[in-house]
């Protein structure tokens, strides 16, 4: 009977625990109006995705390319130069395959079933950057609605249905778990987006600094190591099979885009649009800018990126040069006041 007791009262602290929890979260909620204001953002713009896909004609652009070849790979072709649809060759990672192949088999290429998936994907997305947003604290609660007003970005995710979708939600979740100092993790679901595709690498260098001012250079290195072994594992089929072939078309760096389809370079002609000339001055003025920010925009509180770098490597020095003249016992002792530091912190 007494352990009946204590079973009981235990059960009984356990649910008043649940409760307070439950009750704690929804006065979070009523308390904080932008927490409240979020939340109807989100729903609101679900009932907007739902009139879109059901009164917006849909928009054929790439769909039935996706779906050609996803048929070519389900159909066990693994050389990515003959993995082929209505608008050209395959120029995504494999990421993009085994994406599309799953969406195939939840929708069975049905348009309109696809458009819902994304809908519920747009409002993940959506709910994933209310997120960051309060977490950051930095704007003001009514401009939190600024983030579902974009006509592109309803156009993109449920009349288009392209993998921008994917690999921007993915690079957003990303984004949380850098938040959260999960950068090792993060990371690994930055390359996920990159699989998916590959202009997502065009936040690479200010990611690369971040690491650089939160981790040590040995962190960066696995950190990147992780993302690395990603790609490897995704590729791996067609890595072994056809290497050249998937490397030279997933990851194709000199790709030439098509002038009808700019939306910035509009109003440059044709002829040098098209020109490798302009592609290199693009990329040499893009790196230039990152350069400039980097060393006396984003490290000026560690006087510029040289600094930055200067002072990581003698950290690594300090860091080997103790190891090599410790002793093995203090080695020891060490690691294990590590640990125990580690804990009290956890706790």
């Known amino acids: 009977m007494p352990r009946q007791a204590t079973a009981t009262r235990s059960l009984a602290a356990g649910g008043s625990k649940t409760a307070s929890k439950h009750e704690s979260f929804i006065e979070k909620i009523i308390r904080n109006p932008k927490v409240s204001f979020a939340i109807a953002v989100l729903l609101g713009d679900a009932v907007l995705v739902s009139l879109i896909i059901s009164y917006v004609p849909y928009t054929k652009i790439d769909w039935d390319a996706y779906m050609s070849q996803v048929t070519g790979f389900l159909g066990g072709e693994r050389d990515y130069s003959k993995l082929k649809g209505d608008t050209g060759p395959l120029v995504y990672p494999a990421g993009f395959l085994y994406l599309y192949s799953a969406i195939q088999n939840v929708t069975g290429g049905a348009v309109y079933t696809a458009q819902i998936l994304f809908g519920i994907l747009y409002i993940v997305n959506l709910g994933i950057v209310l997120l960051i947003y309060l977490k950051m604290d930095v704007v ?38 850098f938040l959260y100092q999960k950068w090792h993790l993060g990371l690994i679901i930055f ?108 490290c000026s509180h560690e006087g510029g990126i040289f600094l930055l770098l200067r002072a990581k490597l003698t950290q690594m020095k300090l860091r080997f040069s103790n190891l090599s003249s410790s002793p093995p016992g203090k080695l020891s002792r060490h690691k294990s006041d590590s640990r125990i530091l580690r804990a009290e912190r956890k706790q």
């Open 140 to 177: 003001p609660w009514w401009a939190l609605c600024l983030v579902s007003l974009s006509k592109r970005m309803h156009s993109i995710f449920v009349l288009r249905l392209f993998n921008d979708c994917f690999a921007t939600t993915l690079f957003h979740a990303s984004m949380v778990s």
């Open 191 to 298: 390359s996920g987006a990159v699989s998916v595709k590959m202009n997502v690498l065009l936040y690479a260098p200010p990611l690369l600094l971040l690491l650089l001012k939160a981790l040590d250079i040995l962190g960066v290195i696995s950190a990147g190591a992780g993302a690395a072994i990603v790609q490897v594992l995704l590729g791996l089929p067609f890595i072994i099979s056809y290497p050249a072939e998937y490397i030279s078309r997933a990851f194709n760096l000199g790709r030439v885009f098509i002038h009808f389809w700019s939306v910035n370079f509009k109003f440059v002609p044709e002829q040098l649009f098209v020109s490798k000339g302009f592609a290199l001055f693009l990329l040499a003025a893009h790196l230039m800018l990152l350069a400039v920010f980097a060393h006396y925009r984003w």
